[in-house]
């Protein structure tokens, strides 16, 4: 079940809030708790049973870190916090790696080892993540243990963030597990930030995804630079409009539930440097690897060196996070190199030219990067961007004109909502209406009705296409 379905929007939702707020706010968090695993199991009712053993063992391991750190034995602790990282990264490897290493053996020595062919747990990359830090953030000091396992496995099996995140570290939700405050205004930003996820990814992504889908299938060899160009960027835009408005929904949800979320997104295509954008793009997942693995490697305290070793490092995780195939290894190794660049060389003379330039820079390698992730056969992602650059058949074909002339409006509005203009008009208006009561409904009355013509499309565009593909939702 995803959200942007009309069984989530019109059934599982309205149920699952109608009976939240009628329990006494003791019982609210075993509401969500069980709707989680419900809403999990709709996808994977046998996988369930895997976030349930999650759970169990990062409870468990918790509070055994937790009484050994009151007696003052951090070794029997820190070995506890061990036995946690294994377990949780041997679930995550068996089901997400498993076929990846057969398959690699056998091209290796020739072996004919049979594959597993596992289905891979929805959200096992995102929960596991979560339940790992939980576990060392308690061994450091900096989240308290959680001594209501309901409680811990509402912040395990949250469904609003569960299937694609973002990335909840239990620390930065901890107070909200027991102690949280809903309240009208919260929900109705809550709604306001659902509603624009959903026609984010619904009349964006989707949209501009049916392009991408065409474009990718057509013979390389023939294909024109001008229309390789085309494809490339449609799917640049509908990866962002995707996931972000993915998680626009995640946490305008959670607003509704009375959670607050750690934004995931912050304009990224707006970047100058590569460096930049990844301060930008998936904000959680960066974070993560930043605090779990970078800075206990050593970060930059131990010299240039070890600085550029721990990033390499983490590029290679970070690419291999997101899928068991070789164009991810490819794809986090392509970012680790571009950002060692920048490290040493490239970051003061960016700093030093014209944003614009860095902004062509940035989007240039940025959009290069999505055709590496998009194709898991590495000889297409090859073929793809030899056309890019000249290697199909021209510049441009009555076919490339024919697209651009039906897609060309929906580009001009994709690269308008991608920045932040909408959002600084909207606050200029609302500025210019605060101290003018007419002009301040009039707002109100303005962004209300927007609101109600993005949901109406939407629900129209799902009840009439079978097109709503989610890209994250396989990892």
């Not at 299938?217 to 229309?227: D, E, K, Q, Y």
């Not at 979320?261 to 440097?273: A, G, I």
């Not at 040493?344 to 820079?361: C, D, F, M, S």
Request: hydrophobic share 50%.
């Amino acid at each position: 079940m995803v959200f942007s379905s009309l069984l989530f929007l019109f059934r599982f939702l309205p149920i699952v809030l109608v009976l939240y707020f009628i329990m006494p706010k003791r019982f609210r968090n075993l509401v969500l708790f069980l709707s989680s695993l419900f809403f999990y199991a709709w996808g994977e009712p046998v996988y369930v049973v895997i976030m349930l053993f999650s759970t169990v063992v990062d409870y468990t391991h918790g509070r055994m870190v937790n009484s050994f750190l009151l007696k003052d034995d951090r070794k029997k602790a820190k070995r506890v916090v061990a036995s946690s990282m294994i377990i949780n990264l041997c679930l995550l490897g068996f089901f997400k790696y498993s076929d990846f290493l057969i398959q690699n053996i056998n091209s290796v020595f020739g072996t004919s080892i049979g594959l597993l062919e596992l289905s891979l747990p929805i959200g096992i990359s995102f929960y596991t993540f979560q339940t790992m830090s939980y576990t060392v953030d308690v061994y450091r000091g900096h989240a308290k243990v959680q001594k209501n396992i309901i409680s811990f496995g509402t912040y395990v099996a949250l469904f609003p963030q569960l299937i694609a995140g973002p990335i909840v570290q239990y620390k930065t939700i901890a107070e909200q597990l027991n102690h949280r405050r809903e309240s009208f205004d919260q929900f109705s930003d809550g709604v306001v930030r659902f509603v624009t996820g959903l026609g984010k990814k619904v009349l964006l992504a989707n949209s501009i995804g049916a392009l991408w889908d065409q474009i990718s299938i057509m013979n390389t060899a023939t294909l024109p630079v001008a229309t390789a160009w085309m494809g490339a960027l449609a799917y640049t835009f509908q990866i962002y409009f995707d996931f972000s408005g993915y998680s626009d929904m995640a946490i305008g949800l959670g607003k509704m539930f009375g959670f607050e979320f750690l934004e995931n997104f912050n304009y990224p295509y707006l970047s100058k440097s590569i460096t930049e954008f990844w301060r930008r793009w998936h904000i959680s997942l960066g974070s993560w690897f930043k605090e779990y693995v970078y800075i206990p490697l050593g970060g930059n305290r131990r010299g240039r060196k070890i600085q550029l070793r721990n990033i390499a490092i983490v590029w290679l995780l970070t690419g291999l996070w997101h899928g068991a195939s070789w164009n991810f290894v490819l794809w986090g190794a392509y970012f680790g190199v571009l950002l060692l660049i920048e490290k040493v060389v490239l970051l003061n003379w960016l700093g030093k030219t014209k944003a614009v330039v860095g902004h062509i820079y940035t989007m240039f390698f940025v959009i290069i990067s999505w055709v590496i992730f998009a194709f898991e056969d590495m000889s297409k992602a090859g073929s793809y961007l030899i056309a890019m650059f000249g290697g199909g058949q021209g510049m441009i074909n009555t076919e490339t004109l024919y697209l651009l002339s039906n897609y060309g409006v929906l580009f001009i509005i994709l690269i308008f909502s991608c920045t932040n203009l909408p959002k600084r008009m909207a606050a200029g208006i609302r500025s210019f209406s605060e101290n003018r009561l007419a002009a301040s409904y009039g707002y109100i009355i303005l962004e209300n009705v927007f609101l109600v013509i993005v949901c109406i499309l939407s629900i129209a565009y799902l009840v009439d296409s079978s097109y709503n593909p989610f890209l994250y939702f396989r990892f």
